[in-house]
């Protein structure tokens, strides 16, 4: 059977990989988006105001503003019952003359919207299929599917999740760690409005954070122990809604359970480096974070736009988009955002695990001081929380 031709070939359908499928499209590249119909996703994400920028360039924002809920406020609350606790710590969008931080953004209508503009991209084709088989060659890169067909390129951007057949196949390793958490994540109604504030609990197991939602509506992401999460997962949503009233203090007043549930491992993990072999790596096919500052998909966000600006580079000076020089530039641009930021959430993470009192102290004079000294607070929220693009 003859072998199907693009210039890129993305696998993978979740947001990131829409997002460098639509990119890279519309830079100019002819691109053949491998994914197979996306599942029914109850989650919702909170993108950062950089991935804000990125998707607005991209035109698709228009459409998803009006399911999306601002943060305008993002507030940090030691729950726990350590000999020293951390102050609260808050951070408020109009000290940087913004509107929002970001907003959240249920994950069914994001994948939609960049799943719709793709296809009216010029150059834009889609194969609703799996990857069974990737083979780097020295001039193409040829996938096998499932179906039995096969299709080369010239570069593939792998948006195939942690397990990624495609870094695999590519020969960079994935270095990770099992945390001794579990995610519930699931949406909820309440009481009292939530004016636009995130807030994130911290508590010894995990954080526990609400997330706004239009109306009187949130996204909880609630880290436990695995036996905690097995326990939670067992309740009936009336149960887990009464528990979560408990776990947020009633700041929201009466927490209820809307729709289905999610619970997922805490898995922590980088690629060794983000590229090779004709290939580049973008959202968990190159890094898996704890939930924690709302940094993994706004990491694969500025994962798809550089991978974007590189093959339009490459493109534009008629150079090979899967050469040594292209994958070079792409590895060495995503690696100090992915590392840096990996280790900054796994660290927190891990002071939150830690039984050590100098440790729970270290955390909350750190939190007191970037509370406290305006500099250094509008620093960290331009930083670390607003999610500098760093394209």
Partial sequence: MDADHS??????????????????????????????????????????????????EAGVWDSLRGAAAPLRTLRIVDGGRRLFRA??????ASELGLEAFGWNVPNTALTAALAEAFMRAPGAARRFAQARESRPGEKLIALTLDDGSTIEARVAIAADGRNSLLRDAAGISFKSHRAPQTALAFAVEHDREHEGVST????????????????????????????QAEELSALSPEALGKAATRKSGRILGEIRVTGSIGRFPITVGAATCFAARRTLLVGEAGHVLPPIGAQGLNL????????AAVIAAALAERRDPGGAQALGAYSRARAA???????????????????????HFARGVGLAAISRIGPLRRFVMREGLLGAPGL
């Fill in 7 to 56: 210039e890129v070939v993305v696998v993978g359908g979740g947001p990131a990989g829409l997002l460098a499928a639509l990119l890279a499209a519309r830079a100019g590249a002819a691109t053949t988006l491998i994914a197979p119909p996306p599942p029914q996703d109850a989650r919702t994400t909170a993108l950062l105001e950089g991935s804000v920028a990125v998707l607005r």
């Fill in 200 to 227: 994130e609990f911290h508590f010894e197991e995990g954080p526990f954070t609400l997330v706004p939602m239009p109306g009187r509506r949130s996204s909880i992401v609630w880290v436990a122990t695995p036996g």
């Fill in 87 to 92: 102050p609260e710590a808050t951070f408020r």
């Fill in 337 to 359: 955002d992915v590392l840096t930021r990996a280790a900054a959430t796994d660290l927190l993470n891990l002071s939150l695990l830690s039984p050590l009192p100098p440790v």
């Fill in 300 to 307: 694969g966000v500025r994962d798809a736009a550089r991978a």
